[in-house]
């Protein structure tokens, strides 16, 4: 914000376009969790695990947005 000369932003956005970092698509069938664990299927129909650790990593960067919300640092959070 400092670099930027502002006290704040309007926007501040998480872009986290796919659980396997572009492994996995956006396909429903190929697509599966089972509560805990994110998986997709690749070429061979076997099922792979994605990042066991995404799902933590994604509510860790979330509560640093509202972090950032909550200081009063960005006006708006969102994730596309």
Do not use: C, F, Q
């Amino acid at each position: 914000l400092i670099e930027l000369g502002v006290g704040y932003v309007d926007l501040m956005l998480l872009h986290w376009p796919s659980a396997g970092g572009g492994i996995a698509n956006n396909d429903s069938d190929t697509n599966k969790s089972d509560g805990n664990n994110d998986y997709y299927t690749n070429n061979n129909d076997n099922m792979v695990e994605i990042d066991p650790n995404n799902r933590a990593k994604r509510l860790a960067a979330w509560n640093v947005l509202e972090h950032y919300y909550k200081m009063g640092w960005a006006r708006s959070i969102g994730v596309s």
